[in-house]
């Protein structure tokens, strides 16, 4: 072994473990016959047990108990802020689920409801196509619910939103015009439905019978729009 | 829960993440002394060895899944993670060395008296340890990490090696390096009383 490569590999040789045994053979052997090699070697153990002495001094060394403390309390805080956010992450989400839950429930139904009244309109419709003299002579006439008679409610009628339906062109046949009144006078009339006594047909111009005079009878009246009865139905 | 003494770091830290205090501050316990003696032992200053195991285990606490198991020991996780904080600490103040280091006391330097020798003979010691530290400190930071790990951690080459990321050749160039530096600075500390008593 030369002096460059003892001082390389030789000083530590007996603590390099990567060193073969004929290596360190070979440098306690170069130790022994070279003098400034030796010198080193003992200059060098010198120094590792200064090295050592100074690393007794720092060997108990332990980071002061403020660190901990400081780490624990970041830990906890970590820990808490993200609890507290995936709480908020998860109450944002429901929320925002039943908001849509609320808005898709509220979409369909309003949907169904458009599609009641769509389907409702449809049936009136075929109602009133199948009069095709719609408008003749009395023309299209408006009447409450409250106003037809029992078994002559419009199909469909039921739980419909709306109070007034159209009356087939028949419905208005079989009334009698008053004396003055002209069928043109008819397009906006309606018709009432009420209960008078017989005696009360002659102000109307009508024949009265004398005997039966006091009788209350039920009478379908058609008003026109200026609010004056243009024609009478008597009841068969 | 109680945390079982011989609970792997491994085990300890997959609880540690779930937000388990006790297990964080076991493992705190276990390698808090290891991180501290390199870095002061690294930097000299006990109140930067005291930053950079603070900031070890901030980054295991915030980013727990850096390590992974399957590569090494948790102990050799952390060392890296200190080398990179000491590293970082020594190219931020390149030639900083504290005049004199204090204790959480405030009472002298950090070095502990544990024998039983005279007033004369301990401030010689003090003396001469004070000289081996300043030198360990002059050295370059790469001469220094491979005498602290080799010649004061007492590690193995290969462990050195491993633990400053490169091969076992040049943790032994490096560490030869550094004790000839070594050497030639306690040599002339030496050899100054020496000199001043001649003189005298």
């Known amino acids: ?236 | 829960m109680r945390i079982a003494e011989q609970d792997r770091d491994d085990v300890l830290l997959r609880r540690a993440a779930k937000g388990d205090e006790e297990a964080f501050t076991l493992l705190y316990r276990r390698h808090q002394a290891a991180m501290y003696r390199f870095a002061l032992r690294m930097t000299g200053n006990s109140w930067a060895a005291e930053e950079i195991v603070q900031d070890v285990f901030m980054t295991l606490m915030r980013d727990p899944k850096k390590y992974d198991a399957t590569r090494g020991a948790l102990g050799a996780f952390l060392y890296g993670v200190a080398r990179n904080r000491v590293m970082k600490h020594m190219e931020r103040l390149p030639r900083e060395i504290p005049l004199e280091e204090k204790n959480e006391d405030g009472t002298g330097s950090g070095i502990v008296l544990q024998d039983a020798s005279t007033p004369a003979m301990w401030v010689e010691k003090r003396e001469r340890r004070q000289q081996v530290r300043a030198a360990v400190l002059e050295l370059p930071v790469e001469f220094r990490e491979a005498v602290v790990l080799c010649e004061l951690e007492e590690m193995s080459y290969e462990e050195a090696a491993q633990m400053a990321g490169c091969p076992i050749g040049t943790i032994r160039s490096r560490l030869h390096r550094g004790r000839a530096l070594l050497m030639a600075k306690l040599e002339m500390l030496r050899s100054v009383p020496r000199r001043a008593s001649v003189a005298r």
């Open chain 1, 1 to 236: 072994m030369k002096c460059e490569e003892f001082e390389a590999i030789g000083l530590d040789a007996e603590r390099d473990a990567s060193l073969s045994e004929v290596e360190r053979a070979a440098a306690r052997e170069h130790a022994s016959t070279c003098s400034r090699c030796a010198a080193l070697q003992d200059s060098w153990q010198a120094a590792g047990v200064e090295l050592r002495a100074f690393a007794e001094d720092t060997a108990v060394a332990q980071a002061p108990a403020r660190v901990e403390m400081r780490l624990r309390q970041e830990f906890r805080t970590q820990h808490v802020t993200l609890k507290v956010r995936r709480t908020a992450a998860i109450a944002t989400w429901a929320l925002a689920a039943t908001a849509l839950l609320v808005g898709v429930v509220s979409w369909h139904s309003w949907r169904r409801s458009r599609q009641e009244v769509a389907a409702n309109h449809l049936n009136s419709v075929p109602a009133a196509n199948n009069f095709p003299d719609n408008n003749s002579a009395i023309g299209a006439n408006h009447k409450t619910s409250a106003e037809v008679p029992d078994g002559m409610l419009e199909r469909g009628s039921a739980g419909a939103g709306s109070s007034e339906t159209l009356v087939a062109d028949n419905e208005l046949s079989g009334f009698t015009f008053l004396p003055g009144a002209f069928a043109a006078d008819t397009d906006e009339a309606a018709i009432l439905h009420v209960r008078m006594q017989r005696s009360a047909l002659g102000a109307l111009g009508l024949p009265v019978n004398e005997e039966r005079a006091g009788e209350w009878i039920q009478v379908d009246l058609l008003v026109g729009d200026d609010g004056l009865p243009q024609a009478v139905r008597l009841p068969q």
